[in-house]
């Protein structure tokens, strides 16, 4: 694979490090290697950290490319990553997916120190799910470590992590969506004015939260730097063992969400239910997708179906803690081929950062085979006040492809949603349901679900 000839245009989320910039080619994604990085990148490469990494599966792999001469003008290098399947952010993650994530970078950091270089970046920004697992994705985020300076990333590390996990752990786990607006990283002395008072009397909180509050704010009025002391590297060690026992005592709320117990709670019997997953699973066998949403999908019992399919499956839902389960079931199981996020499909992530380009609205991220929609149609109807031609009309956007399911008025679960709210909805019926629905799909089958009054559709989008 050769890079592209001529100046290549950075991607807008890659402006911000000297070292180099990711760049796309159709297809393909490049990392630029400017001139400035090329002593720390040889001691990467040669030192034997990289593959030591690699082969722990705790960075991703590249290639060279362009060693021919025809390397850009200002680039050392140019190295093709290996792609990742579906680019995700932080403030989307379940909270031991985030806890991972924190784990993750400070086993890098780690091992970094173990062949002379530091992480200059500790950005969750820079951790992805790859094959199941967090992985780092910035090839340029080490340093040669400088005996004696304190870690450059420390900071950012607790206001990316510690302090996000720790909103989400003594607050409310949807705190951890502070990131799409803090976007270098939540503020400590903002987690520490949230935090409850209980968290004083715990020491890695009060260490690597508290307190760094207070010293930010100290030197920021003394309008003085604040003093470097001497940092050995054992020092360094040290700290990162205190950040690895801060976030590893971190533990998600103990309490259940509305829906996460979903499924315990459905009116299906045991044969609609295993009926269901029996229709489901013969219409991905027939379609054969490659790619697969899952909208509202819980604790991901069909998500799992789609991806022992072999399709790569995202499976979103609104619900944090839905999510968290299906990310511990999926560890669990040693699935590779599924990402978890937390996404409200009424409102999805939008672009946020430098011109709302630096992180990516949710549906531009990636294209897919199929959608799931089971179960929730009667969510965004009864509940969202959205209309079947809304629905069915964004449905199209997101794939050719769609399996979904109708749940009528009499259904406990859309009784649920009606019980607290005047019934507005005397369009709200099958048949309306299928009429315009039509307008955007053709129906390939429909199925009754049991013994239950719902019915599966699947159905194939028409060309606008």
């Avoid at 070292?19 to 720390?40: C, H, K, W």
């Avoid at 780690?110 to 992805?128: C, H, P, V, W």
């Avoid at 509305?258 to 066998?285: C, H, M």
């Avoid at 069909?302 to 299906?326: E, I, Y």
Wanted: with cysteine; net charge positive.
């Amino acid at each position: 694979m050769m890079p592209p000839k001529g100046r290549a245009e950075s991607h807008p989320s890659s402006f911000r490090d000297p070292s180099g910039f990711v760049f796309i080619s159709g297809e393909n994604i490049f990392r630029q290697i400017n001139l400035s990085y090329q002593e720390p990148f040889d001691h990467l490469m040669n030192s034997g950290l990289y593959q030591q990494l690699v082969s722990a599966g705790l960075l991703i792999p590249h290639v060279e490319v362009g060693s021919d001469g025809s390397t850009p003008p200002g680039a050392y290098k140019v190295i093709q990553p290996q792609k990742i399947a579906f680019i995700s952010y932080p403030y989307e993650w379940s909270f031991h997916q985030w806890q991972d994530a924190a784990l993750v970078t400070l086993q890098v950091q780690q091992r970094a120190l173990e062949y002379g270089m530091t992480l200059k970046d500790a950005s969750s920004f820079n951790i992805q799910f790859h094959n199941g697992r967090p992985t780092l994705i910035d090839t340029l985020s080490f340093e040669l470590f400088a005996e004696g300076k304190p870690w450059i990333a420390y900071r950012q590390f607790c206001q990316h992590f510690l302090a996000p996990l720790a909103l989400m752990a003594h607050v409310d786990l949807r705190l951890g969506r502070m990131l799409e607006q803090h976007l270098d990283g939540i503020p400590l002395d903002l987690a520490s004015a949230l935090l409850p008072r209980r968290t004083y009397a715990q020491v890695s909180l009060l260490s690597h939260i508290h307190l760094q509050a207070k010293v930010k704010t100290y030197f920021s009025r003394a309008k003085k730097p604040e003093k470097k002391h001497f940092i050995s590297r054992f020092s360094h060690t040290t700290l990162v063992e205190s950040l690895r026992q801060a976030i590893r005592r971190l533990q998600p709320p103990r309490r259940r969400t509305e829906w996460s117990g979903y499924y315990s709670e459905t009116n299906y019997t045991p044969a609609a239910f295993a009926r269901k997953k029996e229709i489901v699973d013969l219409w991905l066998q027939e379609i054969g997708p490659r790619r697969v949403l899952d909208l509202g999908a819980n604790t991901g019992v069909f998500s799992f179906l789609a991806c022992r399919k072999n399709a790569f499956t995202v499976a979103a839902d609104a619900d944090a803690l839905a999510v968290d389960l299906l990310y511990r079931e999926m560890k669990q199981q040693q699935e590779r081929n599924l990402l978890p996020l937390v996404i409200d499909v009424t409102s999805p992530t939008p672009g946020v950062g430098w011109e709302n380009t630096e992180r990516l609205p949710f549906r531009h991220r990636g294209a897919f085979d199929a959608v799931l929609c089971l179960a929730l149609v009667h969510h965004l109807a009864l509940r969202q006040n959205l209309s079947f031609e809304q629905i069915a009309k964004f449905l199209r956007k997101l794939s050719p492809w769609l399996i979904v399911e109708f749940i009528p008025k009499e259904d406990s679960q859309a009784q649920r949603l009606l019980q607290l709210k005047e019934d507005i909805f005397p369009h709200y019926t099958q048949s309306n349901f299928l009429a315009v629905f039509q307008h955007f799909f053709t129906v390939h089958q429909q199925l009754p679900v049991g013994d239950s009054r719902r019915t599966l559709y699947l159905m194939r989008g028409k060309d606008p």
